[in-house]
C-alpha cells in the first residue's frame, strides 16, 4: 500500500487537493495504483502531479470542466477579495452546506478545499507521492 500523509486541507493543492475531492465525491481508489481513481460510475481516471502540470486526469481544482459543476451541485460560491494580502489568499470559496470558506490563490482552489473539509474533515490522508 502507499504510503500517506496527514495533510490540512486548507494547505492542500495540485494532485493532491484533486485526490481529495476525488474522494469527497465518493470515488474509489484502484487498489494497486493508488493515483488512478475509480468514479462514482465506474470510469477510470487518474490524479497524478505529472497530470495536473500537463492538463490530464480529474483536475477539478484547476479545469472549470471538472471543477464548476461541482459548485453548482453543491450550491457553492466564491468571492474575489481585492483586499487580502498576497495571491494565495485572493479568493475564499464554499460549498453551500458549509458555514466554513477556505481561502486560496484561485476560485477553484479556494472552493475544493473547503469541499475537502466539509466532507472528509480539516486533516486529510493523501498519497505521499501527489504531495508537491
Given amino acids: 500500500m502507499t504510503d500517506t500523509i496527514s495533510v490540512r486541507a486548507s494547505n492542500l493543492t495540485g494532485a ?12 474509489t481508489q484502484d487498489s494497486e495504483d493508488h ?19 500537463l492538463g ?17 451541485k453543491h450550491r457553492g460560491g466564491c468571492q474575489w477579495n481585492a483586499y487580502m ?3 494565495d489568499t485572493c ?3 464554499g460549498p453551500g452546506n458549509t458555514v466554513r470558506w477556505h481561502y ?5 482552489v479556494a472552493f475544493c478545499r473547503s469541499l475537502v473539509e466539509s466532507k472528509l ?5 493523501v498519497p505521499k507521492e501527489l504531495m508537491p
Fill in 56 to 72: 490530464y486526469g480529474y483536475r477539478p481544482s484547476t479545469s472549470w470542466v471538472h471543477g464548476g459543476p461541482l459548485i453548482d
Fill in 91 to 93: 479568493y475564499w470559496a
Fill in 121 to 125: 474533515g480539516s486533516h486529510v490522508q
Fill in 104 to 108: 486560496g490563490p484561485t476560485a477553484l
Fill in 16 to 27: 493532491a487537493l484533486d485526490w481529495a475531492v476525488a474522494m469527497a465525491e465518493g470515488y
Fill in 35 to 53: 493515483t488512478c481513481i475509480i468514479s462514482p460510475q465506474g470510469e477510470p481516471s487518474s490524479c497524478t502531479a505529472r497530470g495536473a502540470a
Fill in 85 to 87: 494580502g498576497g495571491t
